[in-house]
């Protein structure tokens, strides 16, 4: 199968905490990874991010709203062989949110972000496919 990152569809209320995790699946032995999560800062606050990858340094960072960003890596030449959920984003969903779906998106922002190997010193990128989720304000 292909390799991916995708974000998870969840729900709430408005006022409420909403988690919604972050997976990799076939993973190829990456050695870190940066990626942009988007959201619609009209719906939702962002509250933080905790790494699930063991043995990972972790970071995130959200300095423009609507905009998250999650990075991962493993030091000492190490790959990261994780599978599954690797990050859990927790929002607050406004409490004028309007019922409805909210996008996720899930990109590479710019230069800073990238899924990458590390080979000879270098840090090639890896293709793989980066697929968004939802929240659905009930």
Same mark, same amino acid.
């Given at each position: 199968g292909d390799f991916e990152f995708f974000l998870s569809c969840a729900q709430a209320k408005a006022g409420e905490e909403v988690t919604v995790s972050l997976s990799i699946k076939n993973n190829p032995s990456v050695a870190g990874y940066s990626?942009?999560?988007?959201?619609?800062?009209?719906?939702?606050? @962002?509250?933080?991010?905790?790494?699930?990858?063991?043995?990972? @340094?972790?970071?995130?960072?959200?300095?423009?709203k609507g905009k998250v960003r999650v990075m991962c890596t493993v030091m000492g030449g190490n790959v990261l062989s994780h599978e599954g959920v690797s990050d859990e984003l927790t929002f607050t969903v406004k409490s004028d949110a309007p019922a409805g779906t909210s996008e996720l998106g899930l990109i590479l922002a710019d230069a800073a972000d990238s899924v990458y190997k590390t080979e000879n010193g270098a840090m090639p990128p890896v293709a793989c496919a980066l697929r968004g989720g939802a929240v659905t304000v009930k």
């Open positions: 990626v942009t999560v988007c959201y619609d800062p009209q719906v939702l606050t @962002f509250v933080d991010c905790k790494n699930k990858v063991s043995g990972g @340094f972790a970071v995130s960072n959200s300095t423009e």
